[in-house]
């Protein structure tokens, strides 16, 4: 069976001309090429996570040791102290990444499309003319006029297409195509003859390979692994060196015509254990685009939506944790090359770099340049606008829900999460009914991101059953971490006795108690800052007045401190 080839760098199964594929959705509405348009302001928050971070300089330490998600190396490179340990973590070092995935079949002609994508890596070196007509590298160059160059490692973004007919995979047949990077090199001459800048790159040497296994008549397992196969110049060299021939930030872009995908995170009951047994490795696959339910309950693609939004149209295999279909937040203006920052924060420390500070910037990377010249032009109600926006809350005045109310359990791995883009994840987890804490008040109250939900809990005299006995402010215990999951701090305290201080319900319906150690010398002051070691009931175990711990205090541990003091009644 002859591999994918590429023309045009888009590859294509070399068995099937393009008019043997199945025609896909109109452009833009579904998973084809133009369906990918859907994910593309999210890939490119993904290809861009970590290329600079503030403050964008290249003095700045961070911004020396660059390169650190879906970083695809030559094998004799990362495999020089032996093989790579098998995971899932898209920080590690690899020479490859495998994205495996349930899809359901809708049509006998189903297709799977698939784009890859990356970053080249491109060293700018800055050359000063010397007075003999040659050049000499310089770590940067300044110009008469006081423009700067600085000597840097920028990036190219490269992306291969494949398109293959599911029923060749299924025959047993795996497709491969190329999806490399050739090297090259380009000069720029500089201004008033001040020297010149020239930029290289490396060939990268890489493949994509297709398999699939239909697991049923309808579903099918799908895997797509991108393989370095390129090799290092010097196998012992140091890691900036063997970036220069590696796949960085390597995501892949999955759609398809006649498929559904099935979300790994919250897979419907029945494909649970198919889903479960799905093995990525150095990458984390995700649902993209909307929902396929329309108002009938049909997918536009043939199937049926009947598992509450747990398959699309898309998926996104990328090397960094998101949840299903993650967004843009319409508010960021754009991309700050830090997804876990918020973006008013970096705009407003941005805003006050120094006039120097932002030259170095903008001479260390054109997107450096491009983000220091929006936040200085930025308009003022669209600074506004980055101060945060409210997705959860319903319109005042709304009528509560009808019906009994539903303990709320913890937030579902599928939400409606927005990938504030270049910012923070963004759009809580919203539920219509209120919720039952734990504890002996048993109070039904409003869920936390509602107005009033904190009402009626008082955590310095509210109180939880551990093993039958009412446990709350004063109550002393035992600490009892449990042997599984622990923190590793809290497998110190095991055994020690300790006093509560107060009983706290947190935003998933669970509850945890505050303790502090009867044999610390500075409980008191602890209580007094309100900082204390925290515990699930399970953890503890009560203890009498008279008990005491299973080891002897240290000499000088003082008396336990005074239960705090319970708050009067409001009148």
Same mark, same amino acid.
């Given at each position: 069976?002859?591999?994918?080839?590429?023309? *045009?760098?888009?590859?294509?199964?070399?068995?099937?001309?393009?008019?043997?594929?199945?025609?896909?959705?109109? @452009?833009?509405?579904?998973?084809?090429?133009?369906?990918?348009?859907? #994910?593309?302001?999210? &890939?490119?928050?993904?290809?861009?996570?970590?290329?600079?971070?503030?403050?964008?300089?290249?003095?700045?330490?961070?911004?020396?040791?660059?390169?650190?998600?879906?970083?695809?190396?030559?094998?004799?490179?990362v495999?020089?102290?032996?093989?790579?340990?098998?995971?899932?973590?898209?920080?590690?070092?690899?020479?490859?990444?495998?994205?495996?995935?349930?899809?359901?079949?809708?049509?006998?002609?189903? &297709?799977?499309?698939?784009?890859?994508?990356?970053?080249?890596?491109?060293?700018?070196?800055?050359?000063?003319?010397?007075?003999?007509?040659?050049?000499?590298?310089?770590?940067?160059?300044?110009?008469?006029?006081?423009?700067?160059?600085?000597?840097?490692?920028?990036?190219?973004?490269?992306?291969? *297409?494949?398109?293959?007919?599911?029923?060749?995979?299924?025959?047993?047949?795996?497709?491969?195509?190329?999806?490399?990077?050739?090297?090259?090199?380009?000069?720029?001459?500089?201004?008033?003859?001040?020297?010149?800048?020239?930029?290289?790159?490396?060939?990268?040497?890489?493949?994509?390979?297709?398999?699939?296994?239909?697991? =049923?008549? *309808?579903?099918?397992?799908?895997?797509?692994?991108?393989?370095?196969?390129?090799?290092?110049?010097?196998p012992?060299?140091?890691?900036?060196?063997? #970036?220069?021939?590696?796949?960085i930030a390597?995501?892949?872009?999955?759609?398809?015509?006649?498929?559904?995908?099935?979300? #790994?995170?919250? %897979?419907?009951?029945?494909?649970?254990?198919?889903?479960?047994?799905c093995?990525?490795?150095?990458?984390?696959?995700?649902?993209?685009?909307?929902?396929?339910?329309?108002?009938?309950?049909?997918? %536009?693609?043939?199937?049926?939506?009947?598992?509450g939004?747990?398959?699309?149209?898309?998926?996104?295999?990328?090397?960094?944790?998101?949840?299903?279909?993650?967004?843009?937040?319409?508010?960021?203006?754009?991309?700050?090359?830090?997804?876990?920052?918020?973006?008013?924060i #970096?705009?407003?420390?941005?805003?006050?770099?120094?006039?120097?500070?932002?030259?170095?910037?903008?001479?260390?990377?054109?997107?450096?340049?491009?983000?220091?010249?929006?936040?200085?032009?930025?308009?003022?109600?669209?600074? =506004?606008?980055?101060h945060?926006?409210?997705?959860?809350?319903?319109?005042?005045?709304?009528p &509560?829900?009808?019906?009994?109310?539903t303990?709320?359990?913890?937030?579902?791995?599928?939400? @409606?999460?927005?990938?504030?883009?270049?910012?923070?994840?963004?759009? %809580?987890?919203?539920?219509?009914?209120?919720?039952?804490?734990?504890?002996?008040?048993?109070?039904?109250?409003?869920?936390?991101?509602?107005?009033?939900?904190?009402?009626?809990?008082?955590?310095?005299?509210?109180?939880?059953?551990?093993?039958?006995? %009412?446990?709350?402010?004063?109550?002393?215990?035992?600490?009892?971490?449990?042997?599984?999951?622990?923190?590793?701090?809290?497998?110190?305290?095991?055994?020690?006795?300790?006093?509560?201080?107060?009983?706290?319900? *947190?935003?998933?319906?669970?509850?945890?108690?505050?303790?502090?150690?009867?044999?610390?010398?500075?409980a008191?002051?602890?209580?007094?800052?309100?900082r204390?070691?925290?515990?699930?009931?399970?953890?503890?175990?009560?203890?009498?007045?008279?008990?005491?711990?299973?080891?002897?205090?240290?000499?000088?541990?003082?008396?336990?401190?005074?239960?705090?003091?319970?708050?009067?009644?409001?009148?």
């Amino acid at each position: 069976m002859p591999d994918a080839v590429a023309e *045009d760098d888009v590859a294509r199964a070399a068995t099937a001309e393009d008019s043997a594929l199945p025609a896909g959705p109109a @452009p833009g509405s579904g998973p084809g090429p133009a369906g990918f348009e859907q #994910l593309s302001a999210v &890939a490119d928050a993904v290809l861009y996570e970590g290329y600079l971070l503030y403050p964008y300089r290249r003095s700045s330490p961070k911004n020396r040791v660059r390169w650190q998600f879906g970083v695809l190396l030559p094998r004799d490179w990362v495999e020089r102290d032996g093989p790579v340990a098998v995971g899932v973590s898209g920080s590690a070092d690899s020479w490859y990444q495998q994205t495996e995935c349930l899809l359901r079949t809708r049509r006998p002609d189903a &297709a799977v499309r698939v784009r890859v994508r990356y970053l080249q890596t491109q060293h700018k070196q800055v050359e000063a003319a010397g007075p003999d007509g040659g050049h000499r590298p310089v770590p940067s160059l300044r110009a008469d006029d006081g423009t700067a160059w600085l000597t840097f490692d920028e990036a190219v973004p490269r992306e291969t *297409d494949l398109a293959v007919a599911l029923a060749d995979l299924l025959d047993g047949r795996e497709h491969t195509a190329s999806v490399g990077a050739p090297g090259g090199e380009a000069t720029e001459p500089l201004p008033s003859g001040a020297g010149r800048v020239v930029r290289r790159r490396e060939e990268v040497r890489a493949r994509t390979t297709l398999t699939a296994v239909r697991l =049923a008549d *309808d579903l099918v397992r799908l895997r797509v692994r991108t393989e370095n196969t390129g090799r290092s110049a010097d196998p012992g060299a140091p890691r900036e060196e063997a #970036l220069r021939r590696a796949l960085i930030a390597t995501h892949t872009l999955v759609g398809g015509d006649g498929v559904e995908f099935v979300s #790994l995170i919250d %897979p419907p009951g029945e494909l649970a254990r198919p889903a479960g047994e799905c093995r990525s490795e150095f990458t984390f696959p995700v649902l993209g685009g909307a929902p396929l339910a329309q108002t009938d309950g049909t997918s %536009p693609y043939g199937g049926h939506e009947a598992s509450g939004g747990s398959t699309g149209p898309l998926l996104l295999s990328a090397p960094i944790i998101l949840p299903d279909r993650p967004q843009i937040a319409p508010e960021s203006p754009g991309d700050l090359h830090d997804a876990g920052e918020i973006d008013e924060i #970096l705009t407003l420390r941005t805003m006050l770099l120094t006039d120097e500070e932002k030259a170095e910037a903008r001479a260390t990377d054109p997107r450096a340049a491009e983000i220091i010249d929006r936040v200085d032009s930025m308009p003022p109600e669209v600074f =506004a606008r980055l101060h945060g926006a409210i997705r959860s809350l319903s319109p005042a005045g709304s009528p &509560a829900p009808a019906g009994p109310p539903t303990p709320a359990g913890p937030p579902t791995p599928g939400g @409606p999460f927005t990938f504030d883009g270049p910012s923070t994840l963004d759009g %809580p987890f919203a539920s219509d009914g209120p919720f039952v804490p734990g504890g002996s008040s048993g109070g039904e109250r409003p869920a936390w991101w509602q107005e009033g939900g904190d009402e009626g809990l008082s955590p310095t005299t509210d109180t939880v059953l551990v093993d039958g006995v %009412p446990v709350g402010g004063g109550s002393r215990v035992l600490l009892r971490p449990r042997g599984r999951g622990a923190d590793a701090q809290d497998m110190f305290l095991a055994g020690r006795a300790a006093r509560v201080a107060a009983v706290f319900h *947190d935003v998933d319906g669970s509850t945890h108690l505050a303790v502090t150690l009867e044999d610390d010398p500075a409980a008191e002051l602890h209580t007094w800052y309100g900082r204390f070691h925290y515990f699930r009931p399970e953890e503890l175990e009560p203890l009498t007045a008279t008990e005491g711990p299973e080891t002897p205090a240290p000499p000088g541990a003082h008396a336990a401190p005074e239960p705090p003091e319970a708050p009067a009644p409001a009148p």
